[in-house]
């Protein structure tokens, strides 16, 4: 029922439509949004689903704050929330945002005695029929009224496009159902987690039988008063929780943007974003690759994992040779997600595994040019005499040393006199594929050596 409701609401409440946003696997909801730094458009700009503003009816004012101690004559519902909604639909052509089928949900929380003050917003809101009822504009604002929310009996008093926030353990008739938008609760009346780890089995029951009862009703269900943090954002999308009640839109927003490419199970399908994932460092070596598709990311099957036999384990044969592979993403979070997704790496086969970490002198991070160049030029016995020099960020290192270089085969060598290197990217195109070439030792002082150009300069 949770993963019926959840797909139901991502088209009935988000649509259909090619951008991001509208892969968000969970409603975004702004809470005690005049809180911001820039109320409304904060949230606006995030394109969040649902926008909650506290009002008061003061003064013979709708004003917008917390507590009435909180409350400004500037700050009127009208000003920081009706007007900029009027303008935008004007400006957009009818909906909330331009060439996009996204509905936006303006939540007005009761703060002051109820009658008079809903009627009091509804009185403002009738004067924009066209932005705030969707029997006129099926892209209006969804209005939902929460706090002092009227009687069930009394819901048929007010306008049919005020719907409300209901409680999961109310008996209400088939009609005030209708009325009824979703379903909120505190968090705090069920589970003291705190965000961290798990929630307690016992509290998460007891949660779930809120989201189940509000589920069999066909509403989306909120819980306010909860933590935030990525654990939150994960734990409620698992739970189906419908709506992510948060003061940090931004953030939010951001998580769930991209959660289909970061967050999926190798043979599972889930809701990529559409685009292209790919990087605007290129060189002319890879300048006319346009990315990755972001639906077809996605493994169908494991990959089978290598058993190394080790049958020269105890052998008394010198060691011939010694292969370096530099991999990108090779850090222990990307290890370990990899190990998990694929359930067993063939890396994680082996019997020996150390950690290995250099800087390059002007940048913390390394890449391939510098991590190469470091390798190759570490101190051994016969690099006393060449070890102290530094490697740096995109710069193939390149140093005199009595050591030559066979050439790869193929066309392009060219010779370059008593150099070594690290294998790595080249300066004039510092983002370019890794060039592998293999260096061959000599004995005696500096011979002629040769190596390929491109492998320094990247074609």
Same mark, same amino acid.
């Given at each position: 029922m949770k993963k019926i409701l959840k797909s139901w609401l991502l088209f009935a409440?988000?649509?259909?439509?090619?951008? %991001?946003?509208?892969?968000?696997?969970?409603?975004?909801?702004?809470?005690?949004?005049?809180?911001?730094? %820039? *109320?409304?458009?904060?949230?606006y700009a995030q394109q969040v689903y649902s926008i909650e503003a506290d009002v008061f009816l003061h003064g013979g004012k709708l004003l917008v704050g917390h507590e009435v101690e909180d409350l400004s004559p500037g700050m009127?519902? &009208?000003?920081?929330?009706?007007?900029?909604?009027?303008?935008?639909? =004007?400006? /957009? =052509?009818?909906?909330?945002?331009?060439?996009?089928?996204?509905?936006? $949900?303006?939540?007005?929380?009761?703060?002051? +005695?109820?009658?008079?003050?809903? $009627?009091?917003?509804?009185?403002?809101?009738?004067?924009?029929?066209?932005?705030?009822?969707?029997?006129?504009?099926? &892209?209006?604002?969804? !209005?939902?009224?929460?706090?002092?929310?009227?009687? *069930?009996?009394?819901?048929?008093?007010?306008?049919?496009?005020?719907?409300?926030?209901?409680?999961?353990?109310?008996?209400?008739?088939?009609?005030?159902?209708?009325?009824?938008?979703?379903?909120?609760?505190?968090?705090?009346?069920?589970s003291q987690w705190n965000g961290k780890g798990s929630i307690i089995p016992a509290e998460r029951a007891e949660l779930e039988t809120v989201i189940d009862r509000a589920h069999a009703w066909g509403k989306p269900v909120r819980f306010w008063g909860a933590?935030? @943090?990525?654990?939150?954002?994960?734990?409620?999308?698992?739970?189906?929780?419908?709506?992510?009640?948060?003061?940090?839109? &931004?953030?939010?927003?951001?998580?769930?943007?991209?959660?289909?490419n970061k967050n999926f199970q190798i043979g599972e399908r889930r809701t990529a974003a559409e685009g292209v994932t790919g990087t605007k460092r290129l060189d002319k070596t890879t300048r006319d690759f346009r990315g990755f598709q972001n639906d077809k990311l996605q493994l169908s099957k494991g990959i089978d994992v290598y058993t190394p036999t080790y049958r020269n384990d105890g052998g008394r044969g010198r060691v011939r040779n010694v292969i370096y592979l530099i991999c990108d993403g090779m850090g222990l979070s990307q290890i370990v997600a990899a190990f998990y997704a694929n359930?067993?790496?063939?890396?994680?086969?082996?019997?020996?595994?150390?950690?290995?970490? /250099?800087n390059a002198l002007d940048a913390f991070t390394t890449d391939s040019a510098a991590g190469g160049s470091a390798l190759s030029l570490s101190p051994g016995r016969r690099e006393a005499?060449?070890? =102290?020099?530094?490697?740096?960020?995109?710069?193939?290192?390149?140093? *005199?040393?009595?050591?030559?270089?066979?050439?790869?085969?193929?066309?392009?060598?060219?010779?370059?006199?008593?150099? &070594?290197?690290?294998? @790595?990217?080249?300066?004039? %195109?510092?983002? +370019?594929?890794?060039? !592998?070439?293999?260096?061959?030792?000599h004995a005696g002082s500096s011979p002629p050596s040769r190596i390929r150009r491109d492998a320094v300069l990247s074609a």
């Open positions: 409440a988000l649509c259909t439509c090619a951008t %991001a946003v509208a892969e968000r696997p969970i409603l975004i909801h702004s809470h005690n949004d005049y809180c911001r730094r %820039a *109320p409304f458009w904060q949230a009127t519902f &009208e000003a920081l929330y009706v007007e900029p909604l009027v303008t935008l639909f =004007g400006r /957009n =052509g009818g909906r909330a945002w331009k060439d996009s089928g996204e509905h936006l $949900q303006l939540m007005v929380e009761l703060k002051s +005695a109820t009658e008079p003050t809903l $009627q009091a917003v509804a009185a403002l809101l009738g004067r924009y029929p066209e932005v705030f009822d969707p029997a006129v504009n099926p &892209e209006a604002v969804r !209005i939902v009224v929460t706090g002092r929310v009227p009687a *069930p009996a009394d819901f048929g008093k007010y306008p049919s496009y005020i719907r409300f926030d209901g409680v999961w353990d109310a008996d209400y008739t088939p009609a005030q159902l209708e009325r009824i938008a979703l379903i909120s609760a505190d968090f705090s009346d069920y933590p935030e @943090g990525t654990t939150v954002y994960y734990t409620f999308y698992d739970m189906g929780i419908d709506y992510l009640n948060t003061d940090h839109p &931004e953030v939010c927003a951001a998580f769930f943007d991209d959660f289909g359930k067993g790496l063939s890396t994680l086969q082996m019997k020996y595994i150390g950690l290995q970490q /250099n005499a060449c070890s =102290g020099y530094g490697t740096f960020f995109g710069l193939l290192f390149l140093r *005199p040393c009595p050591l030559a270089f066979a050439p790869c085969p193929g066309s392009g060598d060219a010779p370059l006199q008593g150099f &070594e290197s690290g294998c @790595g990217r080249g300066r004039a %195109a510092p983002h +370019a594929p890794v060039r !592998i070439f293999r260096a061959v030792s």
